[in-house]
């Protein structure tokens, strides 16, 4: 490909809205181009980059049994009614011209599985079936490039199986295959537990890739022993600097005292000492309040998980007619209702509000004050220790590239999925979903090779291999060098992009370290004289001189052993 005949719309300057390195370089390198908030179009450059990442999903997923298929984004809203997942709020909504309701899904699972409908026995089990597809998703904010969009293109895989054991093995065998993609997209993931969401589901891994931005954090431990999202993990917590225990709980005047930290300057206490309460409301109804320690925070999905349902905050007047006090004066001592404390408060006596306001109690201490029930509610914080092995816990932001997880009959049920077994019993197909997005991957390897000059794409995704730059002052002489030796690369199985545009050679090499080719061969004119040409590895930016007559066996050495 010549550079005189594609679009390359590279930039000089950062766009003003960037914030995250993948959405400034992609913009630059002209790998991608916005149309409006969220939504953005691949120009060819970024689509060849787009569908080798594409390709290598498609072969993993081949590998493991997966039969490609495709299914429309216009889906009848009514399949999305009767699993009960219409009213999710992020989702596209349009009518025909007859009035008849549909969406444009961010996700296939009623499709996949109206489909599914077909299996009649256990004998046509396990199946594995995946597509490419376009989701559209209403998203409140979209931000980040490719990070948080309104519309995308995922491969989203489904199976199904007859029995728990069949949903492991497939469950399994996909987890295998994301760690194989992602290895050849020299992607550095860690797979950890993580919640399902809005799609429901048993057991539930995602993917996260550590980088520079995104919207999750990855906590890990330093000697590799566990890693998990942050809204699931699992941690040691520092112990609690707590004062004399009391007989019994003592009541003591804070007025105008709302916060953690104004209560704890008021009695001289450390913040562990205290307990924070959060009342939230169950889907029936019913008023739970839920503590943690006073110096933690609340994670909304393990709170989810100790109360199954979608429980909300509850309204201040929700809350003054259950307490009979504001949110800042609230404690376990004499409510009526259910009380879930995290384990931090299982051992030790805590300060927590009276329930009147302006007034907190000393020396409250669970089981002899109050019954609660016992969950891991608090967030991991800086100062955790790993539960595995004592090591210190490390936070870092990350993408998530992939999310796997098993929804059972979740869909299957309502939908009337079913097969007949070998004991003649007719059963729900026990099912999975296993989802990537090529984008967010592509966003997140910019996130992880890159230097100050622009991308440096693995050898596995780069829109082409060699990038060969013909300095114009050289005159035809030199650019007929050039033409032979991408003739040579292209003969030996190489893609190339090749410079021959009028610019200055200064122009030409940023151009180069924006689009970022693994490898970049500069034809000028002293290669007329000694037969050689600049040969620079774009990853670490290694230079040395090569004679031409060597290049295909030199680029080769380089690209198959990165």
């Not at 931090?344 to 000393?362: K, P, W, Y």
């Not at 061969?521 to 040395?544: I, P, Y």
Request: hydrophobic share 40%; net charge negative.
């Amino acid at each position: 490909m010549r550079a005189s005949q594609l679009f390359i719309p590279t930039l000089r300057e950062d766009p003003g809205d960037a914030e995250a390195v993948s959405h400034k370089l992609l913009v630059r390198g002209g790998f991608i181009r916005q149309v409006s908030a969220g939504l953005w179009s691949f120009t060819p450059l970024g689509w060849r980059v787009h569908r080798k990442i594409e390709q290598i999903i498609r072969e993993e997923m081949d590998a493991i049994g997966g039969q490609e298929m495709l299914m429309p984004v216009l889906t009848p809203a009514e399949l999305w009614e009767t699993t009960g997942r219409l009213a999710i709020p992020e989702i596209f909504r349009v009518k025909d011209r007859t009035g008849r309701d549909f969406i444009l899904p961010l996700t296939h699972e009623e499709t996949v599985t109206f489909h599914a409908r077909e299996l009649q026995s256990y004998r046509d089990l396990p199946q594995l079936w995946y597509h490419f597809q376009t989701k559209d998703r209403d998203e409140p904010r979209p931000r980040g490039g490719l990070l948080r969009v309104r519309e995308f293109i995922m491969k989203d895989a489904y199976s199904f199986d007859r029995d728990e054991e069949g949903v492991r093995a497939s469950f399994e065998a996909n987890r295998d295959a994301y760690k194989k993609i992602f290895a050849r997209c020299a992607l550095e993931t860690y797979d950890v537990q993580a919640e399902s969401g809005i799609m429901g589901g048993k057991f539930s891994i995602d993917f996260l890739a550590p980088s520079g931005s995104g919207e999750n954090t990855l906590v890990r431990c330093e000697n590799g022993d566990y890693a998990g999202d942050l809204e699931v993990a699992e941690a040691v917590p520092s112990a609690a600097v707590l004062p004399d225990p009391l007989g019994a709980p003592e009541e003591i005047e804070t007025p105008g005292v709302t916060t953690i930290e104004a209560l704890a300057e008021l009695l001289g206490i450390a913040p562990s000492a205290t307990s924070k309460a959060m009342p939230v409301v169950k889907p029936d109804g019913t008023l739970v309040l839920a503590l943690v320690r006073g110096d933690d925070r609340l994670s909304e999905t393990k709170l989810y998980d100790a109360l199954p349902g979608a429980s909300r905050p509850a309204t201040d007047d929700e809350i003054r007619a259950a307490f009979g006090a504001g949110g800042g004066s609230l404690g376990p001592v004499g409510f009526w209702g259910e009380v879930i404390a995290d384990e931090t408060l299982r051992e030790g006596q805590f300060v927590a509000g009276a329930n009147h306001d302006g007034r907190h109690l000393r020396g409250v201490e669970a089981g002899r004050d109050y019954e609660p029930r016992f969950a891991d509610l608090r967030e991991p914080r800086e100062g955790d220790r790993c539960r595995l092995c004592g090591g210190a816990l490390i936070f870092q932001i990350s993408i998530e590239v992939g999310h796997i997880f098993n929804f059972g009959s979740f869909y299957s049920a309502p939908l009337g999925a079913t097969f007949l077994d070998e004991d003649g019993q007719e059963k729900p197909l026990l099912g999975g979903s296993y989802g990537i997005g090529p984008g967010r991957v592509m966003a997140a390897i910019v996130e992880q090779h890159n230097d100050e000059y622009g991308i440096s794409w693995p050898a596995s995704v780069a829109p082409y291999d060699v990038h060969v730059v013909a300095i114009g002052a050289a005159g035809a002489e030199a650019m007929e060098t050039a033409d032979g030796i991408v003739a040579a690369l292209e003969g030996a199985g190489r893609s190339v992009l090749l410079d021959d545009r009028d610019e200055r050679p200064g122009e030409k090499f940023a151009d180069a370290d924006l689009i970022g080719c693994p490898v970049r061969l500069t034809v000028g004119k002293k290669t007329l004289e000694d037969g050689q040409v600049d040969l620079l590895v774009r990853e670490g930016r290694a230079e040395e001189r090569a004679p031409v007559g060597e290049i295909p066996a030199r680029v080769g050495g380089l690209l198959d052993g990165a």
